[in-house]
């Protein structure tokens, strides 16, 4: 069952030279080895980033029950490894693993990645690279695995395209196994030549309307070299891929058993989705347009999981995730349920995505927060009449009580977050950031009768595919800089912590989501250069991927700065979302409108 070579490599000869060694070894309680000659077919889950944050992410625990609740499948993980224990396993010649089995990823059947964040994809080839398995992807054999990716990159998988077989779009748990058995039937009719993989891929593509496989489409680009769109280059594959959508969210199986971690991981909890989507249409938003439409888990079916989870865990924190709970109908009485029953345990619930709103109010005594921790709000901007512009449905008295209600309930902490560079921003919406952190600092200190703590963060806001911004330019880097120097010098109190997030991190954001086929050139010049981790402000190497990006002759001007209008084609038009396309253009249109309007 256990690959004991790489094993022994591993365990006799890197472990004790690397940092954490915890993370590469498996066992972990609830993982889920099985005997390779027992199944019809291995698949690997892989997470770009390191195990600590991969072991947080809700999707893959999802993913690997689905597919290891089937008996006839095995399915496996792997993670980023960090750069010294990339460079032992180069030294050791070993390949790359997965944590269950020891197996070497290119002995999967497929390999499965989770495209979380645009600049976690030099870790994608990293890993691809660790694994023997060519970059790419027309170079593989029917031999290799077949290499999917799934997860928000697929928003735009155009930059990516050359690395990958195929993308899945949409909900994950009921598409991947049916990818799954589809590769499966495909090999078994196949040889081991690339032109047999050629074939298996199109028998997959033929068959599943929410699977994209770059190698049959074609970009089509304009006089400029502006990519306008994506043609089929066969007659039957699908022209547009329509997002898999699980229709039955409540009797979707979840996770009850969820792998407990070696090492301490960015959340250690037991984690319930309690609602997929959110009825919000904030207009920057990727998250709503991709998680569509609003579907709902009752009541006695998530008590019910957490029960499970937490037997089978023993955790002693209890998470409700979804994009926006305040939404949940049922809030109250879920709180009231779960709280009955797992107070007396000392067992916390936690509720990460709350809005300030009425029922915020009502539910706050429901929730034994860490009221250490403070009270965490998304106003995104902070003047009304901007707010109503992009979409988001609250307003600053709304926020205001909501900070009240805090502080007289004991929270000494208040986070605020704040995007900068929106469509149509003032001066008056930048001074406004500080004006709401310093009232709220002012309230806090009035109601506790000693100062609170109020952090405002400021992001550069990138326009992501897929939502009604995408046709509007990103603000260039000089205004950035010259926005960020004025929030500075508005800062009066001290109380008040400005954290304004790094600008070059936000501009490479924005050519990788934006990005069409050229761009997979500029991402593999600069892992081939170095670039690892790029998600990490500590190992970001901005230089690195500017050159590579000009030596790629990608026209950043053109790519991220220019303004289109709401029918201009863009290169990721041929992925659909669930209200279509015409959702995005008539939401930019009311955007113009409305920014019009405000400026009157
Ligand atoms: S409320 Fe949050 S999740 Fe919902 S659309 Fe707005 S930003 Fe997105």
């Given at each position: 069952?256990?690959?004991?070579?790489?094993?022994?490599?591993?365990?006799?000869?890197?472990?004790?030279?690397?940092?954490?060694?915890?993370?590469?070894?498996?066992?972990?309680?609830?993982?889920?080895?099985?005997?390779h000659?027992?199944v019809r077919g291995k698949l690997c889950l892989a997470?770009?980033?390191?195990?600590?944050?991969?072991?947080?992410?809700?999707?893959?625990?999802?993913l690997?029950?689905?597919m290891?609740?089937r008996?006839d499948w095995a399915c496996e993980?792997?993670?980023?490894?960090?750069?010294?224990?990339?460079?032992?396993?180069?030294?050791?010649?070993?390949?790359?693993?997965?944590?269950?089995?020891?197996t070497p990823l290119a002995d999967f059947d497929l390999l499965g990645f989770?495209?979380?964040?645009?600049?976690?994809?030099?870790?994608v080839?990293?890993?691809l690279?660790?694994a023997r398995i060519p970059l790419d992807a027309t170079k593989r054999t029917a031999e290799h695995p077949l290499v999917i990716g799934g997860?928000?990159?697929t928003?735009?998988p155009?930059?990516m395209a050359k690395f990958f077989d195929l993308f899945v779009l949409g909900?994950g748990?009921e598409a991947l196994p049916q990818v799954c058995e589809a590769w499966l039937a495909a090999k078994s009719r196949g040889g081991d030549s690339s032109g047999d993989r050629e074939s298996m891929l199109a028998e997959v593509a033929a068959r599943l309307p929410f699977v994209y496989v770059p190698r049959f489409y074609r970009?089509?680009?304009?006089?400029?070299?502006?990519?306008?769109?994506i043609d089929p280059l066969r007659d039957d594959i699908p022209t547009?891929i329509q997002?898999a959508?699980?229709?039955?969210?409540?009797?979707?199986?979840?996770?009850?058993?969820?792998?407990?971690?070696?090492?301490?991981?960015?959340?250690?909890?037991?984690?319930?989705?309690?609602?997929?989507?959110?009825?919000?249409?904030?207009?920057?938003?990727?998250?709503?347009?991709?998680?569509?439409?609003?579907?709902?888990?009752?009541?006695?079916?998530?008590?019910?999981?957490?029960?499970?989870?937490?037997?089978?865990?023993?955790?002693?924190?209890?998470?409700?995730?979804?994009?926006?709970?305040?939404?949940?109908?049922?809030?109250?009485?879920?709180?009231?349920?779960?709280?009955?029953?797992?107070?007396?345990?000392?067992?916390?619930?936690?509720?990460?995505?709350?809005?300030?709103?009425?029922?915020?109010?009502?539910?706050?005594?429901?929730?034994?927060?860490?009221?250490?921790?403070?009270?965490?709000?998304?106003?995104?901007?902070?003047?009304?009449?901007?707010?109503?512009?992009?979409?988001?449905?609250?307003?600053?008295?709304?926020?205001?009580?909501?900070?009240?209600?805090?502080?007289?309930?004991?929270?000494?902490?208040?986070?605020?977050?704040?995007?900068?560079?929106?469509?149509?921003?003032?001066?008056?919406?930048?001074?406004?950031?500080?004006?709401?952190?310093?009232?709220?600092?002012?309230?806090?200190?009035?109601?506790?009768?000693?100062?609170?703590?109020?952090?405002?963060?400021?992001?550069?806001?990138?326009?992501?595919?897929?939502?009604?911004?995408?046709?509007?330019?990103?603000?260039?880097?000089?205004?950035?800089?010259?926005?960020?120097?004025?929030?500075?010098?508005?800062?009066?109190?001290?109380?008040?912590?400005?954290?304004?997030?790094?600008?070059?991190?936000?501009?490479?954001?924005?050519?990788?989501?934006?990005?069409?086929r050229?761009?997979?050139?500029?991402?593999?010049?600069?892992?081939?250069?170095?670039?690892?981790?790029?998600?990490?402000?500590?190992?970001?190497?901005?230089?690195?991927?500017?050159?590579?990006?000009?030596?790629?002759?990608?026209?950043?001007?053109?790519?991220?700065?220019?303004?289109?209008?709401?029918?201009?084609?863009?290169?990721?038009?041929h992925m659909?979302?669930?209200?279509?396309?015409?959702?995005?253009?008539?939401?930019?249109?009311?955007?113009?409108?409305?920014?019009?309007?405000?400026?009157?």
């Amino acid at each position: 069952m256990l690959n004991q070579s790489i094993k022994d490599i591993v365990v006799g000869r890197i472990l004790s030279q690397v940092q954490t060694p915890g993370q590469y070894i498996g066992g972990e309680w609830n993982s889920r080895p099985k005997d390779h000659s027992t199944v019809r077919g291995k698949l690997c889950l892989a997470f770009p980033d390191t195990y600590g944050i991969g072991m947080s992410n809700y999707g893959l625990q999802v993913l690997y029950d689905a597919m290891n609740s089937r008996d006839d499948w095995a399915c496996e993980r792997v993670f980023t490894p960090m750069e010294d224990m990339e460079r032992l396993l180069r030294e050791h010649d070993a390949p790359l693993y997965s944590l269950e089995t020891f197996t070497p990823l290119a002995d999967f059947d497929l390999l499965g990645f989770t495209l979380q964040y645009d600049l976690c994809y030099s870790n994608v080839l990293t890993m691809l690279d660790l694994a023997r398995i060519p970059l790419d992807a027309t170079k593989r054999t029917a031999e290799h695995p077949l290499v999917i990716g799934g997860g928000p990159g697929t928003a735009n998988p155009e930059p990516m395209a050359k690395f990958f077989d195929l993308f899945v779009l949409g909900d994950g748990e009921e598409a991947l196994p049916q990818v799954c058995e589809a590769w499966l039937a495909a090999k078994s009719r196949g040889g081991d030549s690339s032109g047999d993989r050629e074939s298996m891929l199109a028998e997959v593509a033929a068959r599943l309307p929410f699977v994209y496989v770059p190698r049959f489409y074609r970009p089509n680009k304009d006089e400029s070299g502006r990519t306008v769109g994506i043609d089929p280059l066969r007659d039957d594959i699908p022209t547009e891929i329509q997002p898999a959508i699980v229709a039955d969210f409540e009797s979707t199986p979840i996770p009850t058993r969820p792998i407990v971690p070696n090492v301490e991981c960015v959340q250690d909890r037991v984690a319930v989705e309690i609602m997929r989507g959110c009825p919000g249409r904030c207009r920057f938003c990727q998250s709503t347009t991709l998680k569509r439409p609003l579907r709902f888990r009752k009541v006695e079916t998530i008590v019910q999981a957490a029960r499970e989870a937490y037997s089978a865990t023993g955790y002693n924190e209890i998470s409700l995730l979804s994009l926006s709970t305040s939404d949940y109908p049922d809030l109250e009485e879920l709180l009231t349920q779960l709280q009955a029953e797992f107070r007396p345990k000392g067992v916390s619930i936690s509720v990460p995505s709350l809005r300030v709103n009425e029922q915020w109010r009502t539910v706050a005594d429901l929730l034994n927060t860490d009221r250490r921790a403070g009270l965490t709000l998304a106003p995104e901007v902070a003047l009304d009449d901007m707010r109503k512009q992009i979409g988001k449905r609250i307003t600053n008295d709304d926020l205001y009580e909501g900070c009240r209600n805090a502080f007289e309930n004991g929270f000494s902490r208040v986070k605020l977050y704040f995007m900068c560079g929106l469509p149509g921003e003032r001066e008056a919406d930048l001074d406004g950031i500080i004006d709401m952190a310093e009232h709220i600092w002012r309230m806090g200190r009035k109601i506790r009768g000693k100062p609170p703590t109020v952090v405002a963060n400021v992001s550069n806001f990138v326009p992501k595919p897929q939502t009604p911004y995408q046709f509007n330019a990103m603000r260039r880097r000089e205004y950035f800089a010259a926005a960020r120097e004025n929030l500075y010098q508005r800062k009066r109190l001290r109380g008040v912590q400005l954290k304004c997030h790094d600008i070059d991190s936000s501009l490479l954001e924005g050519v990788i989501c934006r990005g069409d086929r050229d761009v997979a050139d500029a991402i593999e010049r600069a892992w081939r250069a170095g670039a690892r981790f790029d998600a990490w402000s500590d190992k970001l190497q901005p230089e690195l991927w500017w050159q590579a990006i000009e030596d790629s002759g990608i026209d950043v001007e053109q790519l991220l700065h220019t303004d289109h209008p709401a029918d201009a084609r863009l290169p990721w038009d041929h992925m659909q979302i669930h209200q279509g396309r015409r959702y995005l253009q008539r939401e930019q249109e009311r955007s113009v409108e409305q920014l019009g309007e405000m400026e009157q």
